[in-house]
């Protein structure tokens, strides 16, 4: 059974910091990129950041600076570390996985729906001005 277990999420005041981390479990990582996305109370989840299998990693605008994206070496655990964070931040936060390829090279994750890959079921982040 495919998992990803989001953990970490809490309650900052702006400027503060969270650590993010997301276990997958159920299924054959090599191949996968991961990412991060996040959705705020009335809003469309978004991108936040990738981690393409091939080791590249993409930002969103928004969070560029301020977060990092990283995996352990065994491809199992995916974290999103964030700092100096802003009331804009709050969100849940969901991992999510995928395979796919186009044109050879890894699908782009700023591109990924829910309605395909695995996800997670979020973790809550609130800022606090």
């Known amino acids: 059974q495919v998992q990803l277990v989001e953990s970490g999420g809490g309650s900052v005041q702006a400027g503060g910091s969270l650590r993010l981390t997301c276990v997958a479990s159920g299924y054959s990582y090599s191949g996968y990129s991961m990412a991060w996305f996040r959705q705020a109370p009335g809003k469309e989840r978004e991108w936040v950041a990738g981690?393409?299998?091939?080791?590249?990693?993409t930002y969103a605008d928004s969070v560029k600076g301020r977060f990092t994206i990283s995996r352990d070496n065994h491809k199992v655990t995916l974290f999103l570390q964030m700092n100096n964070l802003v009331p804009e931040d709050t969100a849940m936060y969901y991992c999510?996985?995928?395979?796919?390829?186009?044109?050879?090279?890894?699908?782009?994750?700023?591109?990924?729906?829910?309605?395909?890959?695995?996800w997670g079921q979020g973790t809550q982040v609130t800022v606090s001005s």
């Open positions: 981690l393409d299998s091939d080791g590249s990693t």
């Open positions: 999510a996985a995928d395979n796919r390829r186009r044109q050879g090279n890894c699908y782009p994750s700023e591109l990924w729906t829910a309605d395909s890959g695995y």
